[in-house]
């Protein structure tokens, strides 16, 4: 098994930060892409950030400069950091890996249970 767990969600108001983490257990053998998505209340989950086993990321256009994603290879971990926070940002929040339990199994894509981020106006 896989679980992953996500903390750092909370209310904050319009131009403040929050720091989210993902902390990966369980039988991992190797864990490539790590990253952050959100689901809006009637919208579609959307991918905010994301980073490779190497280091290189990616962002969505709308938090490309506010937001950044880092990991912790050694503690599989992956991190949030998000500034200028806009009520845009309201989400509930979701960690995402791709990773291999065993050395001959595939990638396969793992999920957090998401965490809640509330940005008031």
């Known amino acids: 098994q896989v679980q992953l767990v996500e903390s750092g969600g909370g209310l904050v108001q319009a131009g403040g930060s929050l720091r989210l983490s993902c902390v990966a257990s369980?039988?991992?053998?190797?864990?490539?892409?790590m990253g952050w998505y959100r689901q809006a209340p009637g919208k579609q989950r959307e991918l905010v950030a994301d980073?490779?086993?190497?280091?290189?990321?990616n962002y969505a256009d709308s938090v490309q400069g506010r937001f950044t994603i880092s990991r912790d290879n050694a503690k599989n971990t992956v991190y949030l950091q998000m500034n200028s926070l806009n009520p845009e940002d309201t989400a509930v929040y979701y960690c995402?890996?791709?990773?291999?339990?065993?050395?001959?199994?595939?990638?396969?894509?793992?999920w957090g249970q998401g965490t809640q981020v509330t940005v008031s106006s």
């Open positions: 369980g039988t991992i053998f190797r864990i490539d892409a």
């Open positions: 980073i490779t086993s190497g280091g290189i990321t």
């Open positions: 995402n890996i791709k990773a291999q339990r065993r050395s001959w199994n595939s990638n396969q894509n793992y």
